[in-house]
């Protein structure tokens, strides 16, 4: 799966743990001056309040105020010690079972959740008898909002254990799901990593990709069902117990500001057109290798064909695709492999790069504990994560790493989780966290967009040969486009269909109708053959079985190329208008402007709103895709005369593949439709 690291789960922190509102309505109800309105009622209260205010700013605060609040802070001082040592043994638990999946293990990690979770309530507890609302100190109120959110261990123990049940199961069925090989059919223990990742990254044949393709929906997908429905039923209950009205609410509420799922909107429709021109383009290369009979010349994409299991990053058909295919191509995991690169090797490249910007070195214990490579004597979760053990000196990677580009990108994106581990380690527990989930998220990868460039490969003796002319710049860029651009509607799908689900808009009986609409109409892709109800695809995504939400990755596709932006203007490496520094090939290494930039925003990690931390290394207080759109604005321009030459038709009719009943698509339509008007 060269390309589904780069959307890695993080474990630092407990997900839904932090999230909080109505500051300033609770002061109001609360503080002072509210008290002096009640006591005095009637057509005094305005008069009152006024006075009281005075009272307050001329004669400076309540004591007795001061004294709660000074007890406040040592309070939290104390929760916020010993949430550091629980999420640390949550942590070691968690490893101990991701890293060797065995029953005992397993039942091991549940158990120790259920120890803490009741250490968490019973902290809750105490903490909500404070009247923080109250405080002056704008940290000290964050940490207290966020201390009052209690997290899934707001369920009854039953239901508790429960629902780590169910996600437990779904994410060892995802880690240990194993299929049949296309031709040597009695041979069975083909795992997603590495070989069906192979398959897809490597194989021309549409019959053995569709194989590939069913079988693993069937293993991953289908099997989570029953698990899944209980899951969104459990999830949901604890949602409702922290004050939210679901799990989509919850989620959304880490974003911090009330129209968020606006801003996720506007931002696929600023994206959408350039989209749609990657698309059209790709489906014609694909229709002239496959045939009229596998590819449509106006219809969705059929997913088994774009390299990768979930169509979400298209870089495996890149050498049969690419605009200027005569030009050199320029294969960097081959020149890695030539070069007996090593994981070791990637991690210590990356770690250079880091020291390089004037940020951290990875501290000796990383190296001593995390996993790189894949382990051949025991199961363990392959999917690449970053780890945070909150003692401010334990940090790991767990990753099966093979030598290839795609890695070495995927490597970068772990360090940058580390990294931001580390920059904020001082920070009390409560904010060793991203600015927002997306933030986390993109650090790595705004470091990969400097990797990646042409000049840094050329410096590091990746690339040899001539220099950059227009044909490879543009080669290049669509290299780049069909790895970031086509994530975006991928990422967006996934969590639009699991907010509906949440909601309750979407039941199980529909959960695949719904996931296909989304997906063919929004990514334009199909599936490789008829869907029903007895199947489950988004299961057949690692971050759904596991219960990680997805929006934050859209987020960091998004931001990282504000992020990129910044760093290479504060590098010198980009100046607007002036052609011979372009964004493209901007590298910030050796950097340490850019670096301590970077560093000032990590170093926030979560206390502030994350429009703070933007602003501090960007300027800019909101997301915008101009970041990414600047960047790919030759290839934009480009795109469209290709298509234009080739009269391709832009955009997709709906797919004539079957995934609802006509019983549910009537029912759908019925949904739809606006409500008849009922004259008397
Ligand atoms: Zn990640």
Redesign the pocket.
């Known amino acids: 799966m060269l390309f589904a690291g780069y959307?890695?789960?993080?474990l630092h922190s407990e997900k839904k743990k932090n999230a909080g509102h109505k500051i300033l309505s609770h002061y109001m109800l609360r503080s002072n001056v509210g008290l002096t309105m009640l006591k005095i009622g009637g057509g005094a209260v305005l008069l009152a309040a006024i006075v009281a205010v005075f009272v307050v700013a001329t004669q400076g605060r309540d004591p007795d105020l001061e004294a709660l609040e000074q007890e406040g802070r040592e309070y939290i001082a104390h929760l916020d010690r010993r949430a550091g040592a629980r999420k640390n043994a949550a942590s070691l638990a968690e490893w101990a079972y991701t890293s060797n999946i065995t029953e005992a293990n397993e039942e091991r990690r549940i158990q120790v959740q259920l120890e803490l979770s009741k250490q968490e309530k019973q902290a809750w507890s105490e903490t909500k008898m404070y009247r923080w609302q109250d405080f002056q100190d704008f940290s000290l109120r964050r940490m207290f909002k966020k201390y009052s959110q209690l997290g899934v261990a707001a369920l009854p123990d039953d239901k508790y254990k429960l629902l780590m049940q169910c996600v437990s199961g779904m994410e060892s069925n995802y880690a240990t799901s194993k299929i049949c090989d296309y031709k040597n059919t009695s041979k069975c223990d083909l795992a997603l990593e590495p070989e069906i990742t192979e398959i897809f990254a490597k194989s021309q044949d549409p019959e053995e990709l569709k194989h590939a393709w069913v079988e693993w929906h069937r293993a991953a997908g289908a099997r989570a069902r029953q698990n899944f429905t209980q899951y969104v039923q459990l999830d949901n209950e604890a949602a409702k117990l922290n004050g939210f009205k679901d799990v989509a609410d919850w989620w959304l509420s880490e974003y911090e500001v009330p129209d968020f799922e606006q801003q996720l909107a506007k931002l696929w429709e600023d994206v959408k057109p350039l989209y749609q021109q990657l698309h059209a383009y790709v489906r014609k290369r694909l229709r002239d290798k496959y045939g009229e009979n596998v590819v449509s010349a106006k219809g969705p994409i059929p997913a088994h064909l774009l390299g990768n299991m979930w169509a979400q990053t298209w870089n495996n058909i890149e050498s049969f695709t690419r605009p200027y295919p005569d030009k050199k191509e320029i294969d960097i995991t081959k020149t890695m492999r030539d070069e007996n690169y090593t994981p070791l090797k990637m991690f210590q490249m990356s770690d250079e790069f880091f020291r390089s910007l004037n940020l951290t070195a990875m501290p000796e214990k990383f190296w001593k504990n995390s996993i790189i490579e894949k382990p051949t004597d025991r199961e363990i979760v392959c999917h690449a994560s970053?780890w945070d053990f909150y003692d401010g000196e334990d940090f790991r990677i767990k990753m099966c790493t093979t030598v290839d580009m795609e890695h070495l990108r995927v490597v970068h994106?772990?360090m940058g989780?580390i990294q931001y581990y580390l920059q904020y380690r001082d920070m009390p527990v409560i904010f060793r966290a991203g600015a927002n989930p997306g933030f986390?998220?993109a650090v790595?990868d705004t470091i990969a967009l400097s990797v990646s460039s042409p000049k840094h490969l050329r410096r590091v003796g990746l690339i040899s040969g001539d220099a950059e002319d227009e044909q490879t710049e543009i080669n290049q860029l669509y290299k780049m486009g069909i790895d970031k651009i086509v994530f975006l509607p991928f990422a967006y799908v996934l969590d639009l269909f699991r907010y509906s689900v949440f909601r309750g808009t979407t039941t199980p009986d529909d959960y695949n109708c719904h996931y296909w609409r989304l997906r063919d109409e929004l990514q334009g892709v199909e599936p490789p053959v008829n869907r029903t109800e007895e199947d489950f695809d988004a299961a057949a995504k690692y971050h759904v079985s596991a219960d990680v939400e997805y929006a934050r990755y859209y987020v960091s596709f998004i931001i990282q190329f504000q992020f990129h932006r910044a760093l290479c203007q504060l590098a010198g490496e980009y100046v607007p208008e002036d052609l011979t520094k372009k964004l493209v090939d901007c590298d910030i290494y050796q950097s340490v402007n850019a670096g301590n930039a970077l560093s000032n925003m990590l170093k926030m990690g979560s206390s502030k709103p994350w429009p703070d931390a933007m602003e501090a290394l960007t300027g800019q207080r909101a997301m915008k895709a101009d970041g990414l759109l600047e960047y790919f604005r030759p290839l934009h321009e480009w795109l469209q005369a290709e298509n234009q030459r080739t009269g391709e038709y832009i955009g997709w009719e709906p797919s004539k593949m079957q995934y609802c009943t006509e019983e549910q698509l009537a029912a759908l339509d019925a949904k739809a439709k606006p409500e008849p008007v009922h004259e008397s």
């Open positions: 959307e890695k789960t993080t970053a994106h772990e989780h986390h998220e790595g």
